[in-house]
């Protein structure tokens, strides 16, 4: 399969604890991008990264969130000190960037998060 | 603030009959329009996108979709629907063309046979 990977799909976790996802975008595609959805809504945009550099954060992203990819390739969102509000889908997406920015997005099935 | 907007929660339509699931959106010069899929347990999937040229667009799996600039709006139609077609349905705009899609909030479609 050369699709976008993530992995774990399912995160059960306590409140105030660490969970870190990560995510293998199709290879020859240089940006990437992670989104949150929960349940009715619309994927929320993150933050996202052209090659290995991280172009642009949400507002939505407190300072418990860190996102990177250090290689230009895969990727780890870290959630630390973990918040039932954190409990989501966290979708990641993949492109072959152009400068017009018209390319589709490609995500992966997402990772799940609960916090109890 | 620029974004796209779909109006319905949810749309029911028999099998066979035609659908429409509505996007409008509101957005400064050219707007980049998307529509994805996403079936239960799935990732989103692309169906079409609107960047330029033709007002309709066609799409994965039989979908199409118009582009109406006069009432901004960009919606997803299929003349004959199928009860495969049942899932969420997402508007979405390229904002400031740098890659990064925003969304609206889905519309559930469900087709019965």
């Known amino acids: 399969d050369t699709g976008v990977s993530q992995d774990p799909r399912h995160k059960i976790t306590k409140r105030g604890q660490n969970v870190t996802f990560r995510c293998d975008p199709i290879?020859?595609?240089?940006?990437l991008y992670w989104y949150r959805q929960t349940l009715g809504q619309g994927p929320e945009f993150l933050t996202y990264?052209?090659?290995?550099?991280?172009?642009?954060k949400s507002r939505l992203l407190s300072d418990r969130f860190s996102a990177e990819r250090p290689k230009g390739s895969f990727s780890t969102l870290e959630i630390q000190r973990t918040e039932q509000g954190d409990s989501a889908m966290y979708l990641c997406?993949?492109?072959?960037?152009?400068?017009?920015?018209?390319?589709?997005?490609?995500f992966g099935e997402g990772s799940r998060l609960t916090v109890l | 603030a620029q974004s796209v907007a779909q109006p319905e929660d949810q749309v029911n339509v028999a099998e066979g009959n035609p659908l429409t699931v509505k996007c409008t959106y509101s957005?400064?010069?050219?707007?980049?329009l998307f529509w994805y899929v996403q079936y239960p347990n799935r990732g989103l999937q692309f169906l079409l996108k609107?960047?330029?040229?033709?007002?309709l667009v066609k799409g994965s799996y039989g979908f199409e979709a118009e582009f109406n600039k006069s009432q901004t709006s960009f919606h997803l139609k299929k003349p004959s629907a199928l009860v495969s077609d049942s899932a969420l349905y997402f508007c979405?705009?390229?904002?400031?063309?740098?890659?990064?899609?925003?969304f609206g909030q889905g519309t559930e479609l469900s087709v019965k046979p």
């Open positions: 979405a705009h390229n904002y400031n063309q740098g890659g990064k899609l925003i």
């Open positions: 957005v400064s010069g050219n707007p980049y």
């Open positions: 609107y960047i330029t040229g033709d007002n």
């Open positions: 990264f052209q090659n290995e550099a991280q172009l642009e």
């Open positions: 290879s020859e595609h240089n940006r």
């Open positions: 997406a993949s492109s072959l960037g152009t400068g017009s920015g018209t390319g589709e997005l490609f």
